[in-house]
T-cell receptor, first 115, second 113 residues
Framework: EAGVTQFPSHSVIEKGQTVTLRCDPI?????LYWYRRVMGKEIKFLLH????????ESGMPNNRFLAERTGGTYSTLKVQPAELEDSGVYFC?????????????FGPGTRLTVT | AQKVTQAQTEISVVEKEDVTLDCVYE???????LFWYKQPPSGELVFLIR??????QNEISGRYSWNFQKSTSSFNFTITASQVVDSAVYFC??????????FGPGTSLSVIP
């Protein structure tokens, strides 16, 4: 069974440009999460989808970030316009709907560099 | 409130030394999971171990071992006979009945040849 995949693995853009990160969860996983680790700090939660609905977006830093999950399958995270402080690694995770503990499986991450 | 503390920001050891990474967590939930992840320079998160709150049995996997003590809310990680390939940032994490995984700030381990 394929794990969580993320694309691209690495993106280098200039300040002010737009970048879209993609996450494909494990097939059948209704829960999808975005996390990020920026500037050598801790990994922080961004948001949580249940199918196509945003369950919790309390971690989204500002309105330059837009996450979507149309159709409840893959998700995109768009940063527009990108700022230097957005550089870091963006992780996606997914989990099943069933089960009290809904273990999260993490993808390999997208390393974003804003210059 | 849920919180994970890793007091050691950076550790540097010479190859073949043993090293222990500390993790202290806070939660009011009686049922929870604890994790350790490794983030090598390449950036991906590598899952190392999961422990649930009802299982305080210590675990050993090769050169890695974990000491879970509920009495002190600690989940420490020891690498025996460290190797250069162990150089990475190590994260301790907590998950309760809420869906978020709470990560500690990470400990950057450098193993010097």
């Amino acid at each position: 069974e394929a794990g969580v995949t993320q694309f691209p693995s690495h993106s280098v853009i200039e300040k002010g440009q737009t970048v879209t990160l993609r996450c494909d969860p494990i097939s059948g996983h209704d829960n999808l999460y975005w996390y990020r680790r920026v500037m050598g700090k801790e990994i922080k939660f961004l948001l949580h989808f249940v199918k196509e609905s945003k369950q919790d977006e309390s971690g989204m830093p500002n309105n330059r970030f837009l996450a979507e999950r149309t159709g409840g399958t893959y998700s995109t995270l768009k940063v527009q316009p990108a700022e230097l402080e957005d550089s870091g690694v963006y992780f996606c995770a997914s989990s099943e709907m069933r089960g009290a503990w809904r273990e999260q499986y993490f993808g390999p991450g997208t390393r974003l560099t804003v210059t | 409130a849920q919180k994970v503390t890793q007091a050691q920001t950076e550790i540097s050891v010479v190859e073949k030394e043993d090293v222990t990474l500390d993790c202290v967590y806070e939660t009011r939930d009686t049922t929870y999971y604890l994790f350790w992840y490794k983030q090598p320079p390449s950036g991906e998160l590598v899952f190392l171990i999961r422990r649930n709150s009802f299982d305080e049995q210590n675990e050993i996997s090769g050169r890695y071992s974990w000491n879970f003590q509920k009495s002190t809310s600690s989940f420490n990680f020891t690498i025996t006979a460290s190797q250069v390939v162990d150089s990475a940032v190590y994260f301790c994490a907590l998950k309760t009945s809420y869906d978020k995984v709470i990560f500690g700030p990470g400990t950057s381990l450098s193993v010097i040849p």
